[in-house]
């Protein structure tokens, strides 16, 4: 769509333009008046670049001027060339321009006006035929008096901002106009570009024919918060429009409008991001002149074909766009069946990103042997690639990421002669690599990673001479891999293979690669014992990942001195014992050179002092150094690292007073200092300003004092973890200060770290067992302070972390009761209260922790009835072992037993069942006085009543007499 968007405008520019060139090839000199006139215009110019040098009294000719071109018969200024470049041009447009009486083509697009309005008088410039003032930062009404200029044939005063994925539009040089009927004076317009320009409230779809000029060949009205589209409304006099650009528009209507397909010149259409739903008309697939169609970002859902209709329109289709789209479960052989009916498709590029299409991909594709582009990422799509694809010797891209294809690559895939990109990662592809890709003779980027691919990496590879980047990361591949997979590989500069199972097997020790590498990524591959040699050739290295790689040796002295550039460094799980960290970070390089973001150097068998010199160091973001043995104190110019984000130094030997610089870091988000030596208290975090700690943990060392109340000032905290320390003193009432826990703020599920380039991480001990979180660790909310010495009672405001869902105080001395409002906490998941001192009964509220799944209330002297409660009676009974609980599911019942006093076991276990003992005693009088009174009344009751219970007796003596008569007989 782009590309023919150009061509249109390039055919035009060399259809309206006298001449091309910026010197004018005759003899005939400049008018004087005119040279005046631009040194004018110039003075009130900024020219950052000095691109107007020749602008000058003394160069007398100004038709030689940089931008200027003259009539060849007149010498008159016909034109003027100052498109922005690198260096834009600023300040202000002189009026003196009027002078140029004979100007047809004004050029002052991409430059930085600074917000400056365009001036009312370029309308009086009426010899114009080409205005372009696109692009230039200019802000306010774009000027009604542009509608003098009736012999314009382009205006382009397009303001949107274009990066890669986004459309976006700077409110701070928004241009607007007041009404458009201006528009209707401009008789010859053939190009109008306003995209960009806020036209919703003036803009009427009825009105639209009047207001157009039925010139107009190239329409571009994209991003202009258009009114949606009413009924009936169409463009019937544009019959000349070859292309027409409405995308970005929220038009919120059902379909798209079906008069588009009457448009019989149009060529190009574009109505991406409109928000159009339903099926795309037949119609408008079956315009005689479409060339390309962009109708991607809507929610569009299938393809209406016309009855007894031949394919024969849609085969002149080149480039269709119907990306992020929902033709949910339809296969691409559904959607496009008129397509591939083509005898001859003339399509090269078909796109269906993230459209929900699924099924397999068509053989058909193959017989499109105009293709180009192929983007089917992010759908559905399995099976595997069809033979047939190796006839696209055209095809220069095939996206397939993100699908569900199996099976292995088709040999055929070598026979594509024109490929530069094959992007097919995360799939399911299997099997081996055919050795025909060592014919794509033209590939540039090969991309098959997080596949099932097996078997060896096949030695073909070396000889695609344009590779610069492969990516088979995240494979089954094994074997040996030699120098001469990398023969040919002279354009490599990222090479990413890890998590395969490859070994790199160099005869020669001297070998030198035939590439410069800018990323090296082979983790997990069997590269040592010594260190790579080959590496010290390759100084554009920015991130080198030697991870798990078997190495086990010093580093060489030429590594920090050879690559310079280096700023993403991965050695960890390898067996750097015999490294001397002073050589290592205290080299002598100039601090300015030192420009490493990330290091990890974690488990590589590390010891000794770190050395005091990281203040060379200062662009480093992350660090770890973890499961090390690492001695002595943290060095103070590491902890004022003004830029760290993450330090992790878990698992070794480090010991000393915790610098007080880390818990005042505006810049870091996360702090493991777990399982050390280190001593003294807390440090206290300064001032009021809050920081962006989201994860502490400090368990496992010998701290000792009181928790600070000041550690609630680290507000952004989600993960607090002192745990097994010396920690004395109460607990703190003021956690309700930690807004993620409470949820006054809401939770990023990844915690982002150096420009969003990692994910943070942290080890936390949860039941018992050590678990890493890394991409839902800004989910995980997490307070532990068990295995210390505090005292006192749990503060109620914990129950105020509505969010938290990890709670541990186990190993304290706590007292009191537990808080009555803990059923508040309805996002806890796992608590832990046990051996405490904790009294009285466990509270009813406890029954609305439905997201509980791991409780130990054990060995405190709680009483009473468990509440109950589906989630309370799951758990066993070493939950409650060590209190005086009765009920499920500990095995004791809470009915009374001998020797208790009334009430002791109760519901509830707090004190006697009021309820209960009023109701018997009620029940007692009231049973009693119905019997006895009316006996006390009246004497004939009496008289009956005790006659009635002497028969009673009489009769039940006799029955006892006559039966043991009986059994003494038959004895």
Not at 392 to 407: A, D, F, R, V, Y
Not at 575 to 581: A, K, T, W
Not at 656 to 681: A, C, H, T
Request: proline content about 4%.
């Amino acid at each position: 769509m782009i590309s023919h968007s150009y061509s249109w405008a390039l055919s035009i520019f060399l259809l309206f333009h006298p001449s091309l060139s910026d010197e004018n090839p005759s003899n005939v000199s400049c008018i004087e008046s005119e040279k005046f006139a631009l040194l004018e215009f110039k003075n009130d110019l900024t020219d950052g670049g000095n691109r107007l040098l020749s602008w000058n009294s003394s160069n007398e000719d100004c038709c030689k001027w940089y931008g200027i071109t003259c009539n060849n018969q007149t010498g008159h200024v016909s034109e003027i060339h100052l498109r922005g470049s690198d260096h834009r041009f600023g300040g202000e447009l002189n009026p003196s321009l009027l002078n140029m009486t004979s100007l047809v083509y004004l050029d002052l697009s991409c430059n930085d006006f600074g917000g400056n309005p365009i001036p009312t008088f370029i309308g009086s410039l009426h010899t114009l035929t080409y205005l372009n003032l696109s692009m230039s930062r200019f802000s306010g009404e774009i000027p009604s008096q542009l509608g003098n200029l009736s012999m314009l044939r382009v205006l382009s005063v397009h303001n949107v901002y274009r990066s890669v994925h986004n459309v976006y539009r700077s409110d701070q040089y928004a241009q607007k106009v007041k009404s458009l009927w201006w528009l209707s004076g401009l008789s010859s317009l053939r190009h109008l570009d306003m995209s960009g320009v806020t036209l919703g409230k003036v803009f009427d779809w009825s009105q639209v024919n009047r207001i157009l000029p039925s010139s107009l060949v190239e329409l571009y009205f994209s991003s202009c918060g258009l009114p949606p589209i009413r009924p009936g409304s169409a463009l019937d006099n544009l019959s000349l429009l070859s292309i027409l650009d409405l995308s970005d528009n929220n038009f919120s209507t059902n379909s798209i409008p079906s008069w588009i397909s009457s448009l019989s010149s149009l060529v190009s259409l574009n109505l991406a991001n409109c928000d159009f739903s339903g099926p795309i008309p037949a119609g408008l697939m079956n315009m005689v002149s479409l060339i390309t169609i962009d109708l991607s970002n809507n929610q569009l859902t299938s393809i209406q074909t016309m009855l007894n209709s031949s394919p024969g329109n849609i085969c002149n289709l080149r480039e269709i766009n119907l990306s992020w789209n929902k033709f949910n479960g339809k296969s691409l052989l559904e959607v496009l069946t008129s397509l591939f009916k083509c005898e001859s498709s003339k399509l090269e590029s078909l796109r269906f990103a993230a459209s929900g299409l699924s099924g397999y991909l068509p053989p058909q594709l193959g017989n499109m042997k105009n293709l180009v582009h192929i983007d089917l990422n992010s759908n559905s799509i399995s099976g595997s690639i069809p033979d047939s694809l190796g006839n696209l010797q055209s095809l220069q891209t095939l996206e397939l990421k993100s699908n569900s294809i199996s099976g292995p690559l088709p040999d055929s895939i070598g026979r594509l002669s024109s490929l530069l990109r094959m992007h097919l990662p995360y799939n399911s592809i299997t099997g081996p690599l055919p050795d025909s890709l060592g014919r794509l003779s033209s590939l540039e980027r090969l991309d098959i990673s997080n596949n099932e691919i097996n078997g060896t990496l096949p030695q073909s590879v070396g000889q695609l001479t344009k590779l610069m980047i492969l990516n088979i990361r995240n494979n089954l591949l094994t074997g040996v891999v030699t120098e001469d997979h990398f023969a040919n590989l002279t354009s490599l500069t990222n090479l990413l293979a890890d998590a395969n199972m490859l070994r790199l097997q160099i005869s020669a020790n001297n070998w030198e690669p035939p590439f410069r590498l800018q990323i090296l990524i082979l983790n997990s591959w069997s590269l040592g014992p010594k260190f790579p040699s080959w590496l010290q050739n390759q100084t554009n290295l920015s991130i080198l990942y030697l991870a798990s790689t078997g190495i086990s040796d010093n580093i060489p002295s030429w590594f920090s001195t050879t690559l310079l550039s280096l700023q993403y460094l991965n050695l960890s799980d390898n067996n750097l014992s015999s490294v001397s960290l002073k050589d290592l970070f205290c080299s002598k390089i100039d601090a300015e050179q030192k420009q490493v973001i990330y290091l990890n150097l974690g488990n590589t068998n590390l010891s000794g002092v770190l050395p005091d010199c990281w203040g060379a160091w200062g662009t480093l973001k992350l660090l770890n150094f973890q499961n090390n043995n690492l001695t002595g104190e943290i060095p103070r110019s590491l902890a004022r690292l003004s830029m760290l984000e993450s330090l992790n130094m878990r698992n070794n030997k480090l010991s000393g007073e915790l610098p007080v610089n880390l818990m005042n870091s505006k810049s870091l988000q996360i702090i493991d200092l777990s399982e050390n030596r280190f001593i003294g208290g807390i440090p206290i975090p300064m001032g009021g300003e809050g920081t962006n700690l989201k994860v502490l943990s400090l368990h496992s060392n010998t701290l000792n004092g009181k928790i600070p109340d000041e550690i609630c000032r680290l507000d952004s905290i989600q993960t607090l973890i002192l745990a097994n320390n010396n920690l004395s003193g109460e607990v703190p009432n003021c956690f309700h200060n930690f807004s993620l826990m409470t949820g006054k703020a809401n939770p990023n599920k990844i915690v982002l770290l150096a420009g969003n380039e990692f994910m943070g991480s942290a080890w936390l001990v949860l039941k018992g067992r050590e678990i890493g979180y890394s991409s839902n660790l800004g989910l995980v909310t997490f307070l532990d302070l068990s295995g210390n010495d505090l005292s006192g009672v749990i503060p109620s405001e914990i129950t105020r972390l509505v969010e938290l869902k990890y709670l541990n105080f186990s190993g304290n001395r706590l007292t009191g009761r537990m808080p009555e409002k803990i059923g508040d906490m309805k996002e806890l998941e796992a608590l832990d209260l046990s051996m405490n001192e904790l009294e009285g009964m466990v509270p009813l509220s406890m029954s609305s922790l439905s997201f509980l799944n791991w409780l130990n209330l054990s060995y405190n002297n709680l009483t009473g009835r468990i509440p109950s409660s589906t989630q309370l009676q799951s758990f066993e009974d070493w939950s409650f072992v060590g209190n005086r609980l009765c009920g499920a599911p500990v095995r004791l019942g809470c009915e009374r037993r001998q020797g208790e006093k009334v009430g002791e076991v109760g519901e509830g276990g707090g004190g006697p069942d009021w309820r209960l003992v009023i109701s018997i005693v009620v029940g007692f009088v009231v049973g009693f006085w119905i019997v006895v009174a009316p006996l006390m009344v009246s004497k004939a009751w009496r008289v009956s009543y005790f006659q009635f219970m002497c028969d009673i007796w009489y009769k039940f003596y006799d029955f006892v007499v006559k039966y043991s008569s009986n059994k003494n007989v038959s004895l």
